[in-house]
């Protein structure tokens, strides 16, 4: 059957529902001018993602692959919360969603590695740890490659030699060659740094707790993701293996094989109205008052 778009149905099972989980990917900061993975202008249609976002590729090229990174931190960096993080934001208190899901939990689980969901909440909700599970990791932290120590960082850029280097990335110039001495090092060790995210054939971050919220969740949200990439892309499913409710807000009709509800646009105006009842132009304003 195909998926309803009936915001008052839905807004009934929430009502009802004990477990709402929201699984997050690129779409739901494209609004905030990060770009997509895989939409027209997405990231994998322009760069290799072999080269890129790989264990392998990052042991090959250690250099290129800083500067892909440093690219992204630089547009990620200088990005604001749109009005879909302000609404699951809000919908995270539990004061705020006590009119339209006042016995859930929520926990929202993040494939997004640009830190927006929590610097949103930060700023609106500054005394509450959001419940935000960030599962591909952040790119504002690092890796040590020799004492796996992880540590936020928001230098920009994180080392004299990526200056600049953002320019040749987004005109597809060719990279420097930046001798390995020269890239982000750890200041514990001094072993090499590496980007703070999960590249494909590593495993996800926090997948004990993922799981657990997963088993239990009644309800759950799919925003802006192609659900192209596993496991992220299982959850849904198995949430309505369980008789759950799962909605997805896409631009697109992707991912919506198990979903009951489609709420088809952009998030940043669908969430709003959905889960608060808001219109989306009321957001921003949130945002600036705090
Ligand atoms: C809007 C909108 C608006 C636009 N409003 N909507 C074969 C070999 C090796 C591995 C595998 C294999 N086959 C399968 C695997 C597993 C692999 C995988 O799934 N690969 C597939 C691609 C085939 N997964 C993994 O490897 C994962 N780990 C794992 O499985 O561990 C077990 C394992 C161990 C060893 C070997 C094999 C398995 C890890 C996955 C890590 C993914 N990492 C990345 C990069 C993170 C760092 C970085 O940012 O650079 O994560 S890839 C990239 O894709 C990023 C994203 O989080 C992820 C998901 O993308 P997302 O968010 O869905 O974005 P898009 O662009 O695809 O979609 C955007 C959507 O938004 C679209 O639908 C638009 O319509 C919509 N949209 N504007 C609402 N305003
Ligand atoms: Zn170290």
Same mark, same amino acid.
């Given at each position: 059957?195909?998926?309803?778009?009936?915001?008052?149905?839905?807004q009934?099972?929430?009502?009802?529902?004990?477990?709402?989980?929201?699984?997050?990917?690129?779409?739901?900061?494209?609004?905030?001018?990060?770009?997509?993975?895989?939409?027209?202008?997405?990231?994998?249609?322009?760069?290799?993602?072999?080269d890129?976002?790989?264990?392998?590729?990052?042991?090959?090229?250690?250099?290129?692959?800083?500067?892909?990174?440093?690219?992204?931190r630089?547009?990620?960096?200088k990005?604001?919360?749109n009005?879909?993080?302000?609404?699951?934001?809000?919908? +995270?208190?539990?004061?705020?969603?006590? !009119?339209?899901?006042?016995?859930?939990?929520f *926990? /929202?689980? @993040? #494939?997004?590695? %640009?830190?927006?969901?929590?610097?949103?909440?930060?700023?609106?909700?500054? +005394?509450?740890?959001?419940?935000?599970? !960030?599962?591909?990791?952040?790119?504002?932290? *690092? /890796?040590? @490659? #020799?004492?796996? %120590?992880?540590?936020?960082?928001r230098?920009?850029?994180?080392?004299?030699?990526?200056a600049?280097?953002?320019?040749?990335?987004?005109?597809?110039?060719?990279?420097?060659?930046?001798?390995?001495?020269?890239?982000?090092?750890?200041?514990?060790?001094?072993?090499?740094?590496?980007?703070?995210?999960?590249?494909?054939?590593?495993?996800?971050?926090?997948?004990?707790?993922?799981?657990?919220?997963?088993?239990?969740a009644?309800?759950?949200?799919?925003?802006?993701?192609?659900?192209?990439?596993?496991?992220?892309?299982?959850?849904?499913?198995?949430?309505?293996?369980?008789?759950?409710?799962?909605?997805?807000?896409?631009?697109?009709?992707?991912?919506?094989?198990?979903?009951?509800?489609?709420?088809?646009?952009?998030?940043?105006?669908?969430?709003?109205?959905?889960?608060?009842?808001?219109?989306?132009?009321?957001?921003?304003?949130?945002?600036?008052?705090?």
């Open positions: 059957m195909a998926p309803s778009s009936d915001v008052t149905k839905f009934s099972i929430l009502q009802k529902s004990r477990h709402i989980i929201a699984i997050a990917g690129a779409g739901l900061s494209a609004a905030s001018g990060i770009p997509t993975f895989r939409g027209s202008d997405g990231l994998w249609l322009n760069y290799t993602l072999s890129l976002a790989t264990p392998r590729a990052f042991r090959k090229n250690p250099s290129k692959v800083w500067q892909f990174y440093h690219y992204r630089e547009i990620a960096g990005a604001l919360p009005p879909a993080h302000i609404a699951l934001a809000l919908f +995270s208190q539990p004061d705020q969603r006590k !009119e339209i899901a006042p016995d859930a939990e *926990t /929202l689980i @993040t #494939q997004n590695v %640009d830190g927006l969901s929590v610097l949103c909440s930060q700023m609106l909700f500054p +005394s509450t740890d959001p419940p935000i599970i !960030e599962m591909h990791g952040r790119l504002f932290e *690092t /890796l040590c @490659t #020799q004492c796996g %120590d992880r540590m936020p960082n230098d920009s850029p994180i080392c004299p030699a990526l600049g280097t953002e320019e040749l990335v987004k005109s597809h110039a060719k990279e420097r060659q930046i001798p390995l001495e020269d890239l982000p090092r750890c200041p514990k060790c001094r072993g090499l740094l590496r980007p703070g995210v999960v590249w494909f054939e590593e495993s996800i971050l926090h997948d004990e707790e993922i799981s657990e919220l997963v088993d239990q009644d309800v759950a949200l799919v925003i802006g993701t192609s659900s192209r990439v596993a496991p992220a892309n299982l959850f849904a499913h198995s949430v309505a293996e369980r008789k759950g409710t799962v909605a997805v807000f896409n631009t697109e009709p992707q991912g919506i094989g198990s979903a009951h509800f489609y709420f088809p646009g952009p998030c940043e105006q669908t969430l709003p109205r959905v889960l608060l009842g808001k219109e989306p132009d009321k957001m921003n304003g949130i945002l600036q008052q705090d």
